[in-house]
């Protein structure tokens, strides 16, 4: 099966759909203090770039500039002290505190690149959002980092200074002459967006699906946040909704089975006016942190089932992906089909997990009071029901097979990676070590003419003091000169 065009996306057949793009070198500045090797480094955005160019796509798109986002739109979401923290933290007042004030946090450094580069995220973001919202845009893309769906109110966490897709969100929602009252945030970072969650908890016009590893909560951020009966409280109850995988390698399959299951009928129910994808790819095949399968196909399908929804009005942040290979192939498999000017094969290889049926029937249940689309199915209901893009799972063998060659997949690309990464450690420590040396001599050549200094120094206070020892003789016999000479007389 192939979708075709799709005629409900916000333009006219024939028109070509307007997709905005924005990428700032300015956020390459925010690292690590002293360039040490780590997965979220400005190597991820550049890839992606350097993939669009390469391959003509940037020239299909309308590029626009990234700015810095203003302190007031980021109150709706943070605290003061955690925008003054960040704010603040790349002055050079706070560069000998820089690293104990990172220590305190989750996984999170600091250098003198970071504020401008979290302010550029995070402003780069709501511009897309507000782009799109007013139609100048049909849909936009923000190559942005640091990430953002860690963030909480008042703390950074797992690589995230400000929760950009947050105060994009708030931003949308406050200004009330681009008409948007509801709003669709699809999290599908393979890690839970807490900070996300935590920020519309009970609010009924933003609905948060995320679909994550959690393995009972061993994974990051661990807790109990991820867990599916996590589903906001108040006038938010029901519209958070987790989706928690019980094992790593899921894939294709896994994923559609979950759109299919949950979240199209939902969305079909929510009718958002605007979708908020946090895009994050360390889900994708041979990523060092994820540990899951979906391909760069996989990605395009679930965004070509979001866009008929909204008028195709989709804004994508990126949020994690650490192969790099996968990130860019798979960020521009999604821009192709926000482009839509050719159409998408729906089917996908392999089958679901037992496991990934037990998570879709315990979201269902938990949520079926407040979206009746959801009550509940059997698990072979739910298997026969499932889509052409998803076959049915025939036995525990083939699912064990497909395991285990996404796995060895997997296993090869994440290799190829560790020793790309060895590699350029041994490069960075040769360099040190050379550095070492080198300031080594230096100090040395340093010692040595300090002592030459000192002996010469030490020399001189010698001869000062027999010169002075000279003088007092002196004055001791021309007193006692004038003494002989005065009894003398």
Not at 89 to 112: D, G, L, P, T
Request: negative net charge; contains cysteine; hydrophobic residues 35%.
């Amino acid at each position: 099966m192939e979708f075709p065009p799709d005629q409900s996306n916000g333009t006219e057949p024939g028109e070509r759909r307007r997709v905005g793009l924005v990428y700032d070198e300015r956020m390459c500045k925010h690292s690590t203090p002293k360039g040490e090797i780590h997965p979220e480094n400005p190597d991820r955005i550049r890839s992606i770039w350097n993939k669009l160019t390469s391959a003509g796509i940037h020239q299909r798109c309308v590029i626009f500039d990234a700015k810095e986002v203003e302190d007031k739109y980021i109150a709706a979401v943070h605290t003061n002290n955690h925008i003054n923290l960040i704010k603040t933290i790349s002055s050079e007042k706070m560069a000998s505190k820089r690293n104990r004030v990172a220590a305190r946090y989750n996984s999170i450094h600091f250098n003198e690149g970071s504020s401008e580069s979290a302010y550029l995220a995070a402003g780069s973001v709501l511009e897309a959002a507000e782009k799109v919202a007013k139609g100048e845009l049909n849909s936009a893309f923000a190559i942005v980092r640091p990430p953002g769906h860690h963030a909480e109110e008042s703390e950074p966490m797992g690589f995230c200074l400000f929760n950009n897709v947050a105060i994009a969100t708030s931003f949308l929602l406050n200004q009330k002459k681009l008409g948007i009252n509801k709003i669709l945030i699809v999290d599908w970072d393979v890690h839970h967006g807490n900070g996300t969650q935590k920020m519309f908890w009970k609010d009924s016009r933003v609905l948060v699906f995320s679909v994550h590893r959690h393995e009972n909560g061993s994974f990051y951020p661990t807790g109990d946040d991820g867990s599916h009966i996590m589903i906001g409280e108040g006038p938010g109850a029901g519209y958070n909704i987790n989706v928690p995988w019980e094992n790593d390698q899921c894939g294709d399959a896994d994923y559609i089975a979950v759109w299919d299951h949950i979240l199209i009928p939902v969305a079909r129910e929510f009718n958002p006016d605007i979708i908020i994808i946090s895009a994050g790819f360390d889900a994708a095949l041979g990523d060092p942190l994820g540990g899951c399968c979906v391909t760069p196909h996989g990605y395009s399908v679930m965004l070509k089932k979001l866009m008929k929804f909204s008028g195709g009005k989709i804004i994508m942040a990126l949020e994690g992906g650490y192969n790099l290979n996968s990130l860019a192939n798979s960020v521009v498999a999604c821009i192709e089909v926000l482009l839509d000017d050719k159409p998408i094969a729906e089917s996908v290889e392999g089958y679901p997990f037992e496991s990934t049926w037990r998570v879709i029937k315990a979201v269902r249940e938990e949520l079926s009071a407040f979206w009746p689309v959801l009550v509940d199915k059997s698990p072979e209901e739910l298997q026969v029901k499932c889509s052409d893009s998803v076959p049915k799972i025939i036995n525990a063998k083939e699912v064990t097979a497909t395991s285990q060659r996404g796995k060895i997949i997997s296993d090869t690309l994440t290799l190829s990676e560790s020793l790309d990464r060895l590699t350029e450690l041994r490069i960075r420590f040769q360099k040190s070590l050379m550095q070492i040396k080198s300031e080594i001599h230096v100090t040395e050549d340093r010692i040595h003419r300090v002592k030459d200094s000192m002996i010469k120094t030490a020399y001189a206070i010698s001869e000062q003091g027999q010169q002075l020892e000279q003088i007092r003789s002196a004055v001791k016999t021309l007193t006692q000169t004038r003494s002989s000479r005065g009894c003398e007389k």
